[in-house]
């Protein structure tokens, strides 16, 4: 792999299966000063075809760090949090196969800056702290939007289904503003559907509702048809945005 990613434990076992054959993954862990990453599952191997499924914990003490491990550099400062989930994929557990990649996933980062995004797969990120929004439209909210997008916190669950993200309640607060975003991206194609909200701060008892947590249930519109309901002055400051194409040249609609 070539890349130094700390302390590593593995316990497995090549145990017996009708079909084909399996190492059940009793314990994976990989230890470093930015990160801890542990998990199970399993390895299964049929007629050549290698299919590997993990549930996993990742504790994060410097993400910007964690991230240079593996070779992306100054795409994101500090941040700390956790993330979790069960992830499978056809392939090996060493080789991660992005179009067959399914994953239940959450997150909640704390406190950390994202940097200018422009190559590789943390194109990503550059997504998800929308640097790719036209400046025509960004130009109103130098304070939200700008090269380095300084956050309080990140959090959210989305699922992976071959490939594709999937989300109803990722939020992102900084202290200008707080954005939220449902929809989708293709990983393997660098394409988008995504509906973007961004509340701006106007004032400490707005601030309060719009920090609380999205409930996975009911979604981001259901919260904030109960948020304009309790604050009706949010929805006068409330922009709305549809994006859509590929990450490198976004369609916008508001």
């Known amino acids: 792999m070539g890349k130094k990613l700390g302390r590593l434990e593995l316990v497995a076992d090549n145990v017996r299966a009708?079909?084909?054959?399996?190492?059940?993954?009793?314990?994976?862990?990989?230890?470093?000063?930015?990160?801890?990453?542990?998990?199970?599952?399993k390895w299964t191997t049929v007629d050549d075809n290698n299919v590997t499924n993990l549930t996993?914990?990742?504790?994060?003490?410097?993400?910007?760090k964690l991230l240079e491990r593996f070779r992306f550099t100054h795409v994101l400062r500090i941040a700390k949090g956790h993330m979790d989930g069960d992830i499978n994929w056809?392939?090996?557990?060493?080789?991660?196969?992005?179009?067959?990649?399914?994953?239940?996933f959450n997150l909640d980062m704390q406190e950390g800056q994202f940097l200018k995004v422009d190559a590789g797969a943390a194109k990503l990120l550059?997504?998800?702290?929308?640097?790719?929004?036209?400046?025509?439209?960004?130009?109103?909210?130098?304070d939200v939007f700008s090269t380095c997008f300084t956050f309080d916190n990140v959090?959210?669950?989305?699922?992976?289904a071959q490939g594709k993200v999937t989300t109803d309640n990722f939020r992102m607060r900084s202290v200008?503003?707080?954005?939220?975003m449902s929809g989708s991206t293709d990983i393997a194609q660098?394409?988008?559907?995504?509906?973007?909200?961004?509340?701006?701060?106007?004032n400490?008892?707005?601030?309060?509702?719009?920090?609380?947590?999205?409930?996975?249930?009911?979604?981001i519109g259901t919260f904030l048809a109960q948020l304009f309901l309790r604050e009706p002055l949010m929805r006068v400051f409330t922009h709305e945005y549809e994006i859509t194409g590929p990450w490198t040249n976004p369609l916008v609609k508001k």
């Open 190 to 202: 660098e394409t988008q559907h995504l509906e973007v909200t961004v509340l701006p701060e106007i």
């Open 126 to 142: 550059g997504v998800l702290s929308l640097q790719s929004l036209p400046r025509r439209l960004t130009r109103d909210f130098r």
């Open 176 to 180: 200008a503003a707080t954005v939220l």
């Open 56 to 64: 996993y914990a990742l504790d994060v003490n410097d993400a910007g």
């Open 204 to 219: 400490s008892g707005a601030a309060s509702l719009v920090v609380l947590p999205i409930n996975p249930v009911v979604g």
């Open 18 to 41: 009708d079909v084909g054959n399996e190492w059940c993954i009793r314990k994976l862990s990989i230890r470093n000063p930015d990160a801890e990453l542990k998990a199970a599952g």
């Open 90 to 104: 056809k392939g090996l557990p060493f080789s991660t196969n992005i179009p067959s990649l399914s994953d239940q």
């Open 155 to 160: 959090v959210g669950t989305a699922t992976i």
